[in-house]
């Protein structure tokens, strides 16, 4: 499947079968994140998915797919380093803030900044017409979150450190957005990068996660924590490894926005699952951020 996902870069297939993917890769990481702030500790929820997704990647990383070239060691130390310090930032963003407040800031402040990376690390350029659709999507996203700061009730008085927690997220989503695309272009196989990156990725939360329940006074059952770590780890796949392989078949900087349509399905997800108010302004401003994304599309 490599091979054929290789034949595809540059091509109009590949740059088609990079949109479905950067929009399946929107759709799940919304899931995603509602399973990480659902009713479980966000910290647990993150360590029972890692462990998931790292103990499903470590046979194919180790017996299936070809492993990665030596030379490649320091870029996948620091991937895992830029992960693990996101996955920081995002469990205290959810812990701090409301789901519907926060993210729609985290996946803003994202794409932009993945649009400059994607300039400097690869030579990608925007048009003028791509650069508006930029600016639309990242300024209803942004207007979402004044809007919630004016009226959100909710645990006020950690909105506004919620609120720039989410924004130092953001960065680090266009950190990572940008050099998981370098490292998966780097290697020869992205089925090779995808399977070492989920293997060493789930190593490190599992470990907070078990120090966080210890020292938990009213532990949850470990049951429901096992069966959300088994979703999340199978739909981290999708998402994160859809979203990857976008960026090899096709530019990094419109992968990153199309993704960030994901504040759309983040939105419904929290009136429809997670009982969180969505009203009027809210829907417009959603519209708004879809019609950004189609623009970056189609200006493209």
């Given at each position: 499947?490599?091979?054929?996902?290789?034949?595809?870069?540059?091509?109009?297939?590949?740059?088609?079968?990079?949109?479905?993917?950067?929009?399946?890769?929107?759709?799940?990481?919304?899931?995603?994140?509602?399973?990480?702030?659902?009713?479980?500790?966000?910290?647990?929820?993150?360590?029972?998915?890692?462990?998931?997704?790292?103990?499903?990647?470590?046979?194919?990383?180790?017996?299936?797919?070809?492993?990665?070239?030596?030379?490649?060691?320091?870029?996948?130390?620091?991937?895992?380093?830029?992960?693990?310090?996101?996955?920081?930032?995002?469990?205290?963003?959810?812990?701090?803030?409301?789901?519907?407040?926060?993210?729609?800031?985290?996946?803003?402040?994202?794409?932009?900044?993945?649009?400059?990376?994607?300039?400097?690390?690869?030579?990608?350029?925007?048009?003028?017409?791509?650069?508006?659709?930029?600016?639309?999507?990242?300024?209803?996203?942004?207007?979402l979150a004044l809007y919630n700061l004016k009226h959100w009730q909710i645990g006020r008085d950690r909105l506004k450190?919620?609120?720039?927690?989410?924004?130092?997220?953001?960065?680090?989503?266009?950190?990572?957005?940008?050099?998981?695309?370098?490292?998966?272009?780097?290697?020869?196989?992205?089925?090779?990068?995808?399977?070492?990156?989920?293997?060493?990725?789930?190593?490190?939360?599992?470990?907070?996660?078990?120090?966080?329940?210890?020292?938990?006074?009213?532990?949850?059952?470990?049951?429901?924590?096992?069966?959300?770590?088994?979703?999340?780890?199978?739909?981290?796949?999708?998402?994160?490894?859809?979203?990857?392989?976008?960026?090899?078949?096709?530019?990094?900087?419109?992968?990153?926005?199309?993704?960030?349509?994901?504040?759309?399905?983040?939105?419904?997800?929290?009136?429809?699952?997670?009982?969180?108010?969505?009203?009027?302004?809210?829907?417009?401003?959603?519209?708004?951020?879809?019609?950004?994304?189609?623009?970056?599309?189609?200006?493209?």
């Amino acid at each position: 499947m490599g091979d054929w996902i290789i034949s595809l870069e540059g091509t109009e297939a590949g740059g088609h079968l990079a949109l479905g993917l950067a929009l399946l890769a929107a759709l799940l990481h919304a899931f995603f994140g509602a399973l990480q702030k659902g009713r479980h500790d966000p910290w647990l929820s993150r360590g029972a998915i890692d462990f998931a997704y790292g103990i499903m990647a470590a046979p194919v990383a180790l017996f299936v797919e070809p492993w990665p070239d030596p030379a490649l060691i320091p870029l996948f130390a620091l991937i895992w380093a830029i992960h693990v310090v996101y996955k920081l930032c995002q469990g205290f963003t959810y812990t701090l803030g409301s789901y519907t407040v926060v993210y729609p800031v985290v996946r803003g402040t994202g794409p932009l900044f993945a649009v400059i990376g994607a300039g400097l690390l690869f030579g990608e350029h925007f048009n003028w017409v791509q650069w508006s659709g930029v600016a639309l999507l990242v300024g209803a996203i942004y207007g979402l979150a004044l809007y919630n700061l004016k009226h959100w009730q909710i645990g006020r008085d950690r909105l506004k450190p919620a609120l720039v927690m989410a924004v130092v997220t953001g960065l680090f989503v266009a950190a990572y957005t940008t050099i998981d695309a370098y490292g998966i272009r780097a290697t020869a196989d992205p089925f090779t990068f995808l399977a070492w990156f989920f293997m060493i990725d789930g190593l490190t939360f599992p470990v907070v996660a078990v120090v966080r329940y210890a020292r938990m006074d009213d532990k949850p059952d470990l049951g429901p924590l096992a069966l959300r770590g088994f979703v999340g780890g199978v739909t981290a796949y999708f998402s994160f490894g859809a979203i990857m392989l976008a960026t090899r078949l096709d530019d990094v900087g419109e992968a990153a926005v199309l993704r960030e349509t994901s504040t759309v399905f983040a939105a419904l997800i929290g009136w429809l699952v997670l009982g969180e108010k969505v009203g009027p302004r809210r829907v417009i401003m959603m519209a708004l951020i879809a019609l950004g994304a189609v623009i970056v599309e189609a200006g493209g």
